[in-house]
Each structure stands twice: as structure tokens, then as C-alpha cells.
């Protein structure tokens, strides 16, 4: 069975302080993995997908990367309209429905 | 571009009402979702439409009913809800069943 752990499930950052979400994952061969952001009251809003271990990709001050195992979402001098929950998916490569398994969420607070 | 659109936004019913959640989406998109989120459950799938004309069971499938009315719309039905159907409900879409989701803003249902 699929499973993503996402860590910590909540996260307070003062303004300018970097920190990292980490996704963790066990999938029988990974097709993709995805980061959504999802802000109160909102439904979650798409943000990367990465496919191989070593891919990077980059928003703004959002960097998402990808190992085998895992998945971090770096965030670099975040500002307080970062503020939201940050979720991440997998998308397993076999069983032919392609439906991804969502982590639970970390919950991401930058205080001004 | 409206994207998802969701309606109605907030529902409370009786418990043993019926009532039907719309979605529709103008991105011609082939394949719809509809997710449950519950508060430390994460993002649970009910039915999805991996095409027009085709739906199935996903992971919360009991108590509700989908229809695929065309390519734009796929509604979620409650036929005789009950309190465990209180819930914030998405419908989602992508271009095909392997990329990232488009989230409508949801609609958060209870059932007293």
C-alpha cells in the first residue's frame, strides 16, 4: 500500500528564517510526485511535480526536490503570505488508475 | 478563467435529506475527482471520472452517487445523508489522469 508521511505536521517560522517540509514516501515505483498549496478556506492550489530522484524545480522562494525516498519543499527567506498548508501526493507508476495518495499536510506559519 | 467551480459553497442538512454538489470546469479537462477533507484525515477520494462517459469508486465511495453529466461537469450526490458526511468536499480536474489538479474552492457541508 501506498504511503506518504509528511513532517512536522506544523511549522512557525519568523520572516526571513529558511527552513524545509519533508515528504516522505513508499510507493511500488514512482510515476510523480506533486506539492500543493492550500491556504485556509481554499482548495488546495497545484505547485510542482517532480518525476526522477535529482530533479529540482523552483517558484519564487519555493524549491522542491526529490530523492528516492523522499521529497523536500526548501523554503528560503519565507515572508508571512507563505503562510498556508503545504501538501504533497504520490502517483504510483503500476495499478494503471494513476490516483495519487496525499500526505496530511504541513502546516506552515511565518510570523512577521 | 474560472477554472473549478463549486456550488453551492455552504450546505447544512437534515440528517436523511438529499442533496447534489456541483462542479463544473472550463479547461477541458478529461478527468474529475471528487475528495473528502476531514480534519486530520487528509484528502480521501470518493469517485472520479477518468473520462467523459466513465466514473469510479475511490477510496470513501459509501453514502454517494456520481454522475458525469458531460466533459464540463461531474456532480457528487447525497442521497440520505448522515452526521459522518459533514465534511469539506473538492472537486478536482486534470488534463489527464497523470498531471497535477486544478481544486475548486469547496463546499463545506453539515449534516445535523
Known amino acids: 500500500e501506498d504511503q506518504v508521511t509528511q513532517s512536522p505536521e506544523a511549522l512557525r517560522l519568523q520572516e526571513g528564517e529558511s527552513s524545509s517540509l519533508n515528504c516522505s514516501y513508499t510507493?511500488?515505483?514512482?510515476?510523480?510526485l506533486f506539492w500543493y498549496r492550500q491556504d485556509p478556506g481554499k482548495g488546495p492550489e497545484f505547485l510542482f511535480t517532480?518525476?526522477?530522484a535529482g530533479e529540482e524545480k523552483e517558484k519564487e522562494r519555493l524549491k522542491a526536490t526529490l530523492t528516492k525516498k523522499e521529497s523536500f519543499l526548501h523554503i528560503t527567506a519565507p515572508k508571512p503570505e507563505d503562510s498556508a498548508t503545504y501538501l504533497c501526493a504520490v502517483q504510483a507508476a503500476s495499478g494503471g488508475s494513476y490516483i495519487p495518495t496525499f500526505g496530511r499536510g504541513t502546516s506552515l506559519i511565518v510570523h512577521p | 478563467n474560472a477554472g473549478v467551480t463549486q456550488t453551492p459553497k455552504f450546505q447544512v442538512l437534515k440528517t436523511g435529506q438529499s442533496m447534489t454538489l456541483q462542479c463544473a470546469q472550463d479547461?477541458?479537462?478529461?478527468?474529475m475527482y471528487w475528495y473528502r477533507q476531514d480534519p486530520g484525515m487528509g484528502l480521501r477520494l470518493i469517485y472520479y471520472s477518468a473520462s467523459e462517459g466513465t466514473t469510479d469508486k475511490g477510496e470513501v465511495p459509501n453514502g454517494y452517487n456520481v454522475s458525469r453529466l458531460n466533459k464540463r461537469e461531474f456532480s457528487l450526490r447525497l442521497e440520505s445523508a448522515a452526521p459522518s458526511q459533514t465534511s469539506v468536499y473538492f472537486c478536482a480536474s486534470s488534463e489527464d489522469r497523470m498531471g497535477g489538479y486544478t481544486f475548486g474552492s469547496g463546499t463545506r457541508l453539515t449534516v445535523v
Open positions: 510507493v511500488s515505483g514512482l510515476r510523480g
Open positions: 517532480l518525476y526522477s
Open positions: 479547461m477541458n479537462h478529461n478527468s
